[in-house]
């Protein structure tokens, strides 16, 4: 167990209310950005002051933990086979970013039963109290078990490439969950992008196809160019904004973090329990 978590947990379980927003990380074609998007703009959060966790739902294929330079032996897996605690599966490293592996070499979440389930949202249930943001790293597209996790959430960031295969995608994935969600809010965010000109471009078109079929706003985040910086960092295993923080991804993540917590605080007043929706989902399985 994390001893500094661990005494932060009972302060913090002693007096606070459920106030975790809890972030799905989504794309339709895979290998957009997904995973360094999350890690840096979690790293991002915890630089202004936020209590994160990255929890790697790309479950059996996860790499947050590779992103970071980090090797988990415990994964989301022990959780729910093991019967862990949430606090002995959680690592956290100098930077304070708290994560939860999504473990290799296994398939995915299959064969649970309801005693496996009970435990898992007990142990689930103290991480709303805990942090400010939870972030889930999903993988791409959407099994039926990630699409209980992604409705669960409080919004939806999309990430998406200026590749017409990838804006397709990314809108077959914003009507997927549209479809059992009409009131989930949308961030958009264009990764690898050329120029600015590109960025714009590409949100405009997704913009614009999700108003008109949709009837929904997507809300524009912003875009991360193309940088070489950002295949080095992983090649070294230091996320981006640590390995090289006047890059161009670095500012534009960090741009990213400030649009999104400005964007957030306008829908506070919707808050609801992450854990209570995602208890009512599996319910229904
Ligand atoms: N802004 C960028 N500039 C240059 N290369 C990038 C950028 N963003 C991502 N990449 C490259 O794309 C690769 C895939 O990124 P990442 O693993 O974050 O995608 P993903 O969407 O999480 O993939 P998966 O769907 O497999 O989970 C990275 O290893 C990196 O090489
Ligand atoms: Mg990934």
């Keep these: 167990m994390i001893d500094q978590a661990e005494s ?5 379980l002693a007096t606070s209310v459920p ?3 809890v972030i799905s990380v989504v794309s339709g074609k895979g290998g957009v950005g997904k995973t360094n998007i ?3 703009l979690a790293l991002s959060l915890i630089k202004m002051g936020k209590r994160v966790l990255v929890m790697d739902l790309d479950v059996g294929m996860g790499n947050v933990d590779l992103i970071l330079g980090r090797r988990s032996p415990k994964h989301i897996m022990d959780l ?3 019967q862990l605690s949430v606090w002995e599966i959680i ?6 970013l708290h994560t939860i592996a999504g473990g290799r070499n296994f398939r995915s979440l299959q064969h649970i039963t309801d005693e496996m389930l009970d435990h898992f949202m007990k142990q689930l249930d103290e991480l709303e109290m805990f942090y400010d943001y939870i972030f889930l790293d999903m993988g791409a597209g959407a099994t039926e078990i990630a699409l209980k996790f992604i409705l669960s959430s409080h919004e939806v960031l999309v990430i998406t490439t200026p590749e017409i295969t990838s804006i397709t995608d990314a809108y077959s994935m914003m009507k997927f969950i549209h479809v059992k969600d009409q009131n989930l809010p949308f961030f958009l965010a264009v990764n690898r992008c050329e120029n600015k000109c590109e960025g714009r471009e590409t949100s405009n078109k997704l913009g614009h196809v999700c108003n008109q079929f949709l009837k929904k706003e997507l809300i524009h985040l912003g875009m991360i160019p193309l940088d070489y910086s950002v295949l080095e960092s992983v090649k070294r295993q230091v996320p981006f904004i640590l390995n090289k923080p006047a890059s161009e991804a ?3 993540v960090a741009d990213l973090a400030r649009t999104y917590t400005g964007a957030v605080q306008q829908q506070k007043a919707s808050y609801k329990s992450f854990i209570s929706r995602l208890k009512s989902l599996f319910r229904e399985r």
């Design 8 to 12: 932060l947990r009972k302060q913090l």
């Design 19 to 21: 106030s975790a927003r």
């Design 38 to 40: 999350t890690v840096n």
């Design 80 to 82: 729910l086979q093991n």
């Design 91 to 96: 690592e956290e490293g100098k930077e304070g």
């Design 250 to 252: 670095s500012r534009a």
